[in-house]
Every structure is written in C-alpha cells, then in structure tokens.
C-alpha cells in the first residue's frame, strides 16, 4: 500500500503541520526520481532531451495510478 495515497485521502482532515509533512515527504520521493532520471540520462539510458521534472512526475503518477487500479480490479498483474 502506497502511504501517500492513502495518506492523501483524508488530506484535509489532517492539521496543516501533517499535510505539510505529507507534502515533503512527496517531494523526497520527486526530488529522488529527478536525481535518477539526471542520472539516466548522463549514462545514455535515457534520451539526452528528456526533461527529468516531468518525466520524475509521469513516473510517480503512473505507479499511484496503477496501483490504485490494479486494487480496484483485484489483479496485482495490472501493476507488475
């Protein structure tokens, strides 16, 4: 189970120090993504003009969303 989207849920029903928190703990994960995708992409296993932002969020919203699905349609196969 991912934290963030669990977490992520009750959101707002959270004090402003936790969703805070939630926010940065999020931004761990993204800033770690960029940082491997930079990484990717100096050793040519990604291509040289691929922006690291943008792919790091791709990267992370596909993994939430296909997680959250592969629950929805009870086949762990979905997500592997």
Do not use: Y
């Amino acid at each position: 189970v991912c934290p963030i989207g669990v977490l992520t849920c009750e959101l707002n029903t959270f004090s402003t120090h936790m969703q805070k928190q939630l926010a940065a703990f999020q931004n761990t994960q993204r800033r770690w993504a960029i940082k491997t995708i930079k990484q990717g992409i100096k050793e040519k296993k990604f291509r040289k003009n691929l922006n690291p932002s943008w792919a790091a969020d791709i990267f992370l919203e596909s993994i939430q969303g296909g997680l959250q699905i592969s629950r929805l349609q009870k086949n762990p196969a979905l997500f592997q």
